[in-house]
């Protein structure tokens, strides 16, 4: 094998440095315009992230969604910026692969933390379409509580047994979900029993006088008191009224000063509220009547303790 000479080593040497600085120099241009376009869309991403975390700290209850939301404007921002840096410098293939590679990444971490993007994915919602707000009382799938903070993964609250509790952000938002606070107002509603001697439609007039004299009771044109039914002991009455919520007075005081309202009023009226009464009556359908009976069975004894003086 012959060995080339050192003068045709380095006549290939240089030549291969001359084409790549041929090339390089050919692709200056480019590589300039590249740059630029990185440096503009970077300072074009601080700008727009920032003006929208400003934007969402007004509109979205929580910090981080906002955060969150801005990041990802910027990161797409920055993408797009050297998606176009790529092509001006011909990379196009370079531009496909970092797509593909994206897509594929996305997909295995979306499977592999399948439970944490669900959460993720239902707190950015919820804090765009904001079914409630910190300070409103919600209950969903046998959660009460007040809400403290809506966070990326989940939503902390205080259960009215002073608890913190953690509450995944999917199961607020696939589950029915009752807001008490949303608007502002809260009906209360009050079982309460009379006797049959009793006259509901003077219950009802005289206790929505008296409820309506409360201060915190509202609507008063919808203050009303219905009769449910028929008890084992008395006729059964539905009073209800409404109050502000969350409101000077707080909903159990409320409730607290109606219920003894209504036995006030009741008592005041002479209407009574009866004990449970069970009443043993023989002579229904043929049957003997009680009294009937008793004296059959004084007639028996009688008969049987004269039989046995004799």
């Known amino acids: 094998m012959q060995i080339p000479s050192l003068d045709k080593i380095w006549q290939l040497i ?12 050919q692709h200056v241009p480019n590589m300039v315009v590249a740059l630029l376009v990185a440096v503009v869309f970077a300072f074009l991403a601080r700008f727009i992230a920032s003006g929208t975390q400003q934007i969402l700290k007004r509109s979205v209850d929580s910090l981080q969604i906002a955060s969150l939301l801005a ?12 998606f176009i840096a ?113 006259d509901p439609d003077k219950a009802r007039e005289v206790l929505v006088e008296a409820l309506n004299q409360c201060d915190f009771v509202i609507r008063q044109d ?18 209800w009224c409404w109050i502000s919520y969350p409101g000077e007075t707080g909903f159990m005081e409320a409730r607290h000063q109606i219920v003894s309202v209504i036995k006030r009023t009741l008592a005041d009226n002479d209407i009574l509220i009866p004990f449970p009464i069970r009443t043993l009556d023989f002579g229904i359908r043929g049957g003997v009547a009680l009294q009937e009976q008793l004296s059959a069975t004084a007639r028996k004894e009688g008969s049987a303790a004269n039989d046995h003086g004799d």
């Not at 990041?71 to 050297?82: D, F, S, T």
């Not at 205080?158 to 999917?170: A, E």
């Open 71 to 82: 990041a990802i404007v910027r990161i797409l921002i920055l993408g797009i910026g050297l």
């Open 222 to 239: 919808e203050t009303q008191v219905y009769c449910e039914g028929f008890g084992a002991s008395s006729i059964d009455l539905l009073v």
């Open 14 to 25: 240089h030549d291969k440095l001359y084409n790549w600085m041929e090339l390089g120099a």
């Open 86 to 198: 790529l092509d001006f410098l011909g990379l196009k293939g370079t531009v496909t692969s970092l797509l593909a590679g994206a897509g594929i990444v996305g997909l295995a971490i979306g499977f592999a933390f399948q439970d944490m993007t669900e959460n993720l994915i239902a707190g950015v919602a919820m804090g765009i379409r904001k079914p409630f707000r910190p300070g409103d009382v919600i209950e969903a799938d046998g959660v009460f509580g007040t809400v403290d903070t809506i966070n990326l993964r989940n939503t902390l609250l205080t259960s009215f047994y002073g608890q913190r509790l953690i509450v995944p952000n999917k199961m607020l938002f696939q589950n029915k979900l009752t807001n008490f606070s949303a608007l502002g107002v809260r009906r209360i509603e009050v079982p309460v029993g009379i006797s049959y001697a009793d």
